[in-house]
């Protein structure tokens, strides 16, 4: 296993790298791997000079949603336990969003669940021709609450009522057709179209970029402050979803290699 779940590093422009790193089991997120992201962006608030965020994940995939053991871990825990992690991955996802600096993010291999929100919050995405996506969260009984917002503001009502109610695994192409994804390239080329983006965005001046990107963000699903009554409304809705009999159902389908047992006359 991995020793740091997120790594970070800042070049003499001004550009960070922030790379998720458990490549073991495909980058999924834990408490861990949260926590890092949250002190990379708090270490990084800290240089004056930052001016880009590239968001990079290291091995064969991006990032593969939620880490579902330790969302077993989580889930007998006290409701409190769950908001919290619930509250914290939000934070990091809504972070990205909200950075008064440019992000880009690389995307190749699988981009999964909570991954598709990360991708969402960040302002270009591109993404390489090897790339699946899923909104997954349905499929083991959970929802998406915490990156709904973010979702809608880059692919829109119509399409996240269709992705994230199947659960359907789509490519890269119609990725960038919907609007997850601005830009695809092959695998080869995917770090020299990231630099091309960098550099295009080095070309402008730091703070109307800034206020470009807040303005912008006034408008957005994704705009809401940490404070916000639909903010707690929907980290309470996640937290509550995940202590479910959905969702005990949902995982230990996935624990156990079967399909799910749904209620209600679904078939699994």
């Given amino acids: 296993m991995t020793a740091n779940p997120v790594l970070w590093s800042l070049d003499e422009r001004g550009v960070a790298t922030v790379t998720l790193n458990r490549p073991e089991v495909n980058n999924a997120y834990d408490g861990a791997l949260i926590s890092g992201v949250l002190a990379a962006l708090d270490d990084l608030a800290k240089k004056p000079k930052l001016r880009i965020v590239v968001l990079k994940g290291n091995g064969k995939h991006f990032q593969a949603g939620a880490d579902l053991k330790w969302i077993n871990g989580v889930r007998p825990q006290s409701p409190e336990a769950n908001e919290a992690a619930s509250r914290a991955t939000f934070e990091a996802v809504q972070r990205l969003n909200t950075l008064p600096i440019p992000t880009v993010a690389l995307v190749q291999g699988g981009c999964f669940g909570g991954g598709t929100g990360v991708i969402a919050a960040c302002d270009v995405v591109i993404a390489a021709d090897d790339a699946l996506f899923s909104i997954t969260?349905?499929?083991?009984?959970?929802?998406?609450?915490?990156?709904?917002?973010?979702?809608?503001?880059?692919?829109?009502?119509?399409?996240?009522?269709?992705y994230a109610l199947t659960g359907e695994r789509f490519g890269a192409e119609d990725a960038r057709r919907i609007g997850l994804v601005h830009e695809v390239v092959p695998l080869a080329n995917l770090e020299a179209a990231g630099s091309k983006v960098v550099e295009q965005l080095f070309a402008n001046g730091p703070e109307a970029m800034a206020e470009t990107k807040r303005l912008a963000l006034e408008s957005s699903f994704g705009g809401m402050a940490v404070d916000d009554a639909a903010y707690t409304r929907l980290v309470q809705l996640h937290a509550l979803k995940r202590q479910s009999a959905e969702a005990a159902e949902g995982l230990a389908s996935f624990t156990e290699k079967r399909p799910a047992k749904w209620g209600g006359g679904g078939k699994g």
């Fill in 137 to 162: 969260e349905v499929r083991w009984g959970l929802t998406a609450a915490i990156i709904i917002p973010q979702l809608c503001d880059a692919i829109g009502v119509r399409q996240v009522r269709r």
